[in-house]
């Protein structure tokens, strides 16, 4: 029986071209494999032509049952390829593989991200500053984060998050993640910017803010109605609003309430003033959208696992409040960075809560020549992904039998080294490490003891499937009650 020409047509040769087009997309990206090195190419799949692996990642986004990432994990092992967001990526996990690339980062890589997060963060942001001159830069940046800085945000921090919890205290059910959001963000703004939020719309600029962070992680398509091209609009949108702002920074004309402000851009700003640096309205608004990216969705996210841990653990919220009364931290006149900053208990906490849920998901990196890493070859020019939560979920560094465990006494007898080393890589490693990871451990720190000494937690849904993007969270955005302490 012949089959009718028109299933032919329409059915049969769609899928041959289909195939062939398949086939030839991996020839394609293989053919830059470096023959001068012995070693293959990964396992891994590219996806489809152009679009890569990217309908895959979308299709996981939506999952509330599985992680794309951890799944390619157990399917091809710690090192595989994969094509995302326009380019042929090399995902990387474990302590001794990373270490490996790492430990030569100034010389492996070179300065690249996806292009639509390099031309949404700018060109002046430090992700996009070529090493010899990022030193430079991020000396600067560094006064932002320094311990008299801290100490000032602390004093601000404490005003803040004492605020907010105890609104969260009145209210019967709050979603936390959607309130760490919104407190990170006013925080930041306030903090580590100094934006004058009483004289501006806060709905408006949140608004272009979760617009613009949307660009981030998709196809780098500017076409009319894509998440790229609304970001590329929203981070023109901020520009335009905080173009008053950064004119009065320039000239050194921001006031509030009679006051100068002290906040981390005007650290920043003191040491390029201190340097006779000429710093352009173009090179501070990078540096703006780059600090709120960094200080706001990732600290949220480590603040809503913090809040979910509490909540699951109350017996380490009993220990963190027995600590602080041991230290005679009580109330607020006993409240320093200083004091805060050197408590054990309560940091192990937070770095148990970044090993468990560390908010990004990997350190994005460009091989500026061919690599070797784990019997494989990642030829020049493709992007490293060194994965921090697979690291953390399946590296030996870590106890088998409970490290799915939320423990902080493991710091405790942990080998100093692996503090520090590539086992633990919350904030990424080498020179390129997150520069405002002491402001982070700093909020944590504030709102942990704040909801220590305010309030009981309770999880409506105590486990809940965590997401990847745009950053780790709770599917459910963790709905909690918050119950005032008598």
Known sequence: MSVPLFILAWVVIPLILLYLSKLLWKVYLDSFKDDNCKLPLPPGSYGWPFIGNSLALARSMKSTSADYYTELTKKYGPVYKSHLFGKPMVRVRGESLIGSLMVKDHTNFGVAWMKNVKELIGPFALTNTPLPLHKERRNRVKQAFTPDALEDYTK???????????????????????????????????????????????????????????????????LPGTPFNKGIKARKSLINTLHPFIQDLITG????????????????????????????????????????????????????????????????????????????????????????????????????????????????????????????????????????????????????????????????TLDKPYRTRYGFIPFGVGPRICIGRTYADIFLRVLAIYLVWECDIELKNPNPFMKRFPIRHPADHLPATFVSKP
Not at 176 to 187: C, I, K, R, V, W
Not at 263 to 281: C, P, Q
Not at 322 to 327: D, G, I, M, Q
């Open 156 to 222: 601000h921090l404490r005003q803040t998050i004492e605020k907010e919890v105890k609104q969260w205290t009145k209210q019967k059910e709050i979603m936390t993640y959607d309130a760490m959001e919104t407190l990170a963000f006013s925080a930041a703004c306030e903090i580590i910017i100094g934006l004058p939020i009483d004289l501006l719309d806060p709905k408006k600029l949140a608004s272009d803010f979760n617009e613009y962070l949307n660009g981030f992680f998709t196809l780098p398509l500017n």
């Open 253 to 412: 004309n921001i006031k509030r309430d009679g006051k100068i402000r002290s906040s981390g851009l005007d650290f920043i700003m003191s040491a390029h003033r201190d340097n006779e640096d000429t710093v352009t309205e173009s090179e501070i608004a990078d540096r703006i959208l780059e600090l709120l990216f960094a200080g706001h969705k990732t600290v949220a996210s480590a603040a809503t696992s913090l809040v979910m841990f509490l909540g699951q653990n109350p017996g380490v919220a009993h220990k963190i409040e027995k600590e602080l009364e041991e230290n005679d931290i009580q109330n607020i006149s006993d409240f320093t960075y200083l004091k805060i900053s050197t408590l054990p208990y309560l940091g192990d906490v937070i770095k148990e809560t970044l090993r468990m849920q560390p908010p990004a998901g990997a350190m994005i990196r460009q091989a500026s020549k061919t690599l070797e890493v784990g019997g494989y070859q990642i030829p020049a020019g493709w992007l490293v992904a060194c994965s921090i939560k697979e690291t953390h979920d399946f590296d030996d560094t870590w106890d088998q039998e409970d490290r799915d465990k939320f423990k902080p006494d493991r710091w405790k």
